[in-house]
């Protein structure tokens, strides 16, 4: 079994080889296109057969779907769904990195207890992710992921909220502490590593399940789902991107330079229809949105339907047309008057048949000991 010494070391080394190959992700850049891997369909391969090419600059694993009683579940879906380690994720973790992509581990998802029901229960339950999927001490906790280690975590919280009471189960201050003590972990490594911290809320503002993270804890991109609701770029006037620009760049952000990205659906199957769009309703939402300063992309659910129906290739055309002739003379969105009423349709997250967690999910061993690394 590796020490503490030796698997600082090894983490160290690793991070340095990848971060001096191929060009790494550019934040900054403003045609950056995520899209999520690990729940689709058929059309859905291997993680590495994604970043053999310039189509997409980051791409989210989904999901973590157990954040309750610090006993995390994986849920890959077919990629990796029977026992552990995931082996071959982990490989095409360290290849997409070596390619210059950033990887980068979903919690939540549609799936899944995503329960943090106080402050220590959300610094406890970091304790465990940094250790099982970060740096922390590889002798406490199972590393499902072996030495590859994502480049930062992702909040995708669809099961905090009641949608058919229309309540919060919970006030979020558990998942305010876990971000938190997460970014401090970040900002301390000993790899000298740039971690990113993510969130996927729908676009009805504010978001009722993250809506308290996104207030006060620190975020560096925010992938809003325009989609299943009636703030989308289907819903004309009612295209809220500009409201998401005002809280990135307002006093409620934490992080003056966070970038906002896009969500759209990859086609049919993967969200409400009358939230989809076609290759010229993309291409003009991409115009929008790339008015405001904070935009920095397009996010796309889910990665293999992005490629197989061409949407992918519009997003990658457009946003390289629009960087290479400058902004649009465009009218930006109209904004929507911020409300406790709006109706919120609850998320589709997948396009494949949701996988029974008692049967499927990957459940990782709790971790032994609680100590600070």
């Given at each position: 079994m590796l020490t503490l010494g030796v698997f600082s070391a090894l983490l160290l080394s690793i991070s340095l080889l990848i971060h001096s190959t191929e060009a790494a992700f550019d934040i900054q850049k403003k045609t950056n296109v995520v899209s999520y891997w690990g729940q689709g369909d058929a059309r859905e391969l291997a993680l590495r057969e994604y970043c053999n090419d310039d189509t997409f600059d980051v791409i989210m694993l989904a999901f973590l779907v157990n954040t309750t009683n610090n006993t995390p579940a994986l849920n890959f879906a077919r990629h990796c769904d029977t026992s552990l380690p995931c082996e071959e994720i982990g490989k095409d973790i360290t290849y997409c990195q070596e390619k210059g992509k950033a990887v980068i581990l979903s919690i939540g998802g549609a799936t899944g207890d995503q329960t943090l029901a106080t402050p220590e229960a959300g610094k406890a339950f970091a304790q465990v992710v940094w250790d099982m999927f970060f740096e922390g001490t590889p002798t406490t906790a199972a590393r499902p992921f072996?030495?590859?280690?994502?480049?930062?975590?992702?909040?995708?919280?669809?099961?905090a909220f009641d949608w058919e009471k229309q309540v919060n189960k919970q006030d979020y201050t558990g998942h305010v502490a876990f971000v938190d003590d997460m970014h401090a972990r970040f900002m301390q490594s000993p790899t000298k590593r740039r971690y990113y911290i993510t969130s996927a809320p729908q676009c009805v503002y504010p978001d009722k399940s993250l809506?308290?993270?996104?207030?006060n804890s620190w975020m560096d991109m925010v992938f809003v789902q325009f989609y299943n609701n009636g703030c989308g770029p289907r819903g004309g006037p009612t295209f809220n991107f500009n409201k998401w620009n005002e809280w990135a760049t307002g006093p409620l952000s934490?992080?003056?330079?966070?970038?906002?990205?896009?969500?759209?659906?990859?086609?049919p199957g993967t969200a409400s229809n009358d939230t989809i769009l076609d290759p010229p309703q993309l291409t003009e939402a991409i115009n929008v949105a790339w008015t405001n300063s904070s935009f920095g992309g397009v996010m796309m659910w889910n990665i293999?339907?992005?490629?197989?129906?061409?949407?992918?290739?519009v997003a990658v055309d457009t946003l390289q047309s629009l960087s290479q002739a400058g902004t649009p003379n465009l009218p930006p969105a109209?904004?929507?008057?911020?409300?406790?009423?709006a109706t919120v349709v609850p998320p589709m997250t997948s396009a494949a048949v949701p996988i029974p967690i008692t049967t499927n999910a990957t459940v990782i061993p709790p971790m032994t000991s609680a100590a600070v690394p």
């Open positions: 072996g030495t590859a280690i994502p480049d930062g975590f992702d909040l995708d919280l669809e099961q809506g308290a993270v996104l207030e934490k992080n003056k330079d966070v970038k906002i990205y896009l969500g759209v659906p990859s086609g293999g339907a992005a490629n197989a129906t061409g949407l992918a290739k109209v904004p929507i008057p911020t409300t406790t009423n």
